[in-house]
């Protein structure tokens, strides 16, 4: 059984038109996943959906169990994982509401269990020996440039391309920081691109990204952020995102 993922960030704590057949907590040898896994069928296909931060939303970036959320996933036979994230934007093209589908990551994170390599022997892996994956390309160029098809299907602009920055968190970054983030050549900065990315290719699974800014990130504006003006974003460009994903499955082989 083959089946699309897909992860819900911050403002997406449900897919609409999403049927839902069933719910299971699935157990992993990593511990337990943000939520319930959600199966059921949008626009004709198998999906499966989860909340990356829990449901209700309560669960900071650096505490999320990404190792089990990518291994539950694995587990129920995904082979393709659409994430959603929610971003603060450096690139002029991603003022707030604006997307982009990124095709690289910069990793400025620590202490996250970020790699299923880590001299335990679990029978969900992929292999039970050390392996180093290949992570030039850290999203699926195939799934990628589908997404951006599904986009141009419904006249939505994204940004084709794009360097995510995935920062600590919770705290969003300062000036210095985001300076020295563009200066590394960073388009954006979310808090949950990694090690989702690297996890889901050293477990087999494609993974790409449908990043929206619900900011311009601290000091590539005058404006001062404001969790009121982040949730306007979110409210304004959550549209797009799932006019993207039900465009993307409607056509998904």
């Known amino acids: 059984m083959s089946m699309i993922a897909l992860i819900g960030g911050t ?9 839902i057949s069933d719910q299971k907590l699935i157990e992993t040898p990593y511990g337990d996943p943000s939520s319930v896994l959600s199966f059921g069928e949008l626009n004709g296909q198998k999906v499966v959906f989860i909340a990356r931060h829990g449901d209700p939303h309560k669960i900071p970036p650096h505490l999320i169990n990404y190792r089990a959320n990518m291994g539950a ?6 082979n393709r994982i659409i994430a959603v994230n929610a971003v603060g934007g450096i690139h002029k093209a991603l003022g707030p509401a604006e997307l982009s589908i990124p095709d690289q990551i910069i990793d400025y994170t620590y202490g996250r269990d970020h790699t299923i390599f880590d001299g335990t022997t679990y029978e969900s892996t992929t292999t039970d020996s050390l392996d180093h994956i290949d992570f030039t390309h850290p999203y699926d160029e195939e799934l990628r440039l589908a997404l951006i098809a599904a986009a141009e299907s419904e006249s939505i602009v994204v ?17 210095a920081e985001v300076q020295r983030l563009k200066a590394d050549g960073c388009d954006l900065i979310g808090m949950t691109g990694m090690p989702e990315a690297a996890l889901a290719k050293e477990m087999g699974m494609k993974y790409a990204s449908i ?24 409210d304004q460009g959550m549209g797009k995102v799932l006019s993207i994903i039900n465009a993307y499955v409607a056509s998904a082989i």
């Open 159 to 175: 940004l084709k391309t794009g360097t995510y920055g995935a920062t600590q968190g919770p705290r969003l970054e300062s000036s």
């Open 73 to 78: 996933l694995k587990q129920v036979g995904v």
């Open 11 to 19: 403002g997406l704590g449900q897919i609409e038109g999403l049927r």
């Open 211 to 234: 990043s929206l800014s619900v900011n311009w990130a601290a000091g590539i504006s005058d404006t001062i952020i404001t969790m009121d003006d982040i949730g306007l974003a979110i």
